[in-house]
Structures are given as structure tokens and as C-alpha cells.
């Protein structure tokens, strides 16, 4: 079992930054890879950024060039830097780890971006 606890959300002005942070604990040598998703009110969960074991980074449309992921192995944790936040940012994010046999979910943290 892996666990997961994002921080980092919150209020940020259109134009804005937040940097969201993922620890993982339990069984986190399973990991392969680390990502975050989002869900927007009304809608369904979206990939927004992945760090395949740390030598591939893959990216949805809307995050590329304004979002980076990064992901420090030895404290089991992943970053999403938002930089540039509009308001169609506006979600729950939610850390995602992938292991051979499942994946595993946060909580989620909410990202409120205000115009």
C-alpha cells in the first residue's frame, strides 16, 4: 500500500504561481511513476503532468509550458510548479502513483485561480 498527501493549494490571483507537493509513504519502492490529475467543478478527472521514474516527463496541452514537474526519489515526493495559473486552472488536484499491480490516489487539494 502507497499513500498519498498533497499540500499546496490554494487562492491565487490569474497570473499567479503555487507550487503543489505530493509525499508518498508505505510501500513507495513500487513507484514507477508519479503524476498529478485534476478535476474541475462539473467535470471528470484530466491527466495533467507525469514524471515516468524520473527520465520522462509527459504533459497535457493546456499545462505545457506553464506547468513542471519534478520529483525528488529520495524523499518519495513530486512537484507540480504552476506557473502563469488562469482561471480555467481552477480544480481539485489530485497526486497519483503508479505500481506494477495498482495506482494509488491522494486526497486531492483544492486550486482556486480568481480573476
Known amino acids: 500500500q502507497v499513500q498519498l498527501v498533497e499540500s499546496g493549494g490554494g487562492l491565487v490571483q490569474a497570473g499567479g504561481s503555487l507550487r503543489l507537493s505530493c509525499a508518498a509513504s508505505?510501500?513507495?519502492?513500487?513507484?514507477?511513476?508519479m503524476g498529478w490529475y485534476r478535476r474541475a467543478p462539473g467535470e471528470a478527472r484530466v491527466f495533467v503532468a507525469i514524471?515516468?521514474?524520473?527520465?520522462?516527463?509527459l504533459y497535457a496541452t493546456s499545462a505545457k509550458g506553464r506547468f513542471t514537474i519534478s520529483r525528488d526519489k529520495a524523499k518519495n515526493t513530486v512537484y507540480l510548479q504552476m506557473n502563469n495559473l488562469r482561471r480555467e486552472d481552477t480544480a481539485v488536484y489530485y497526486c497519483?502513483?503508479?505500481?506494477?499491480?495498482?495506482?494509488?490516489w491522494g486526497q486531492g487539494t483544492q486550486v482556486t485561480v480568481s480573476s
Open positions: 497519483n502513483a503508479e505500481c506494477t499491480n495498482d495506482d494509488y
Open positions: 508505505g510501500d513507495t519502492m513500487c513507484i514507477s511513476a
Open positions: 514524471d515516468a521514474d524520473g527520465e520522462k516527463t
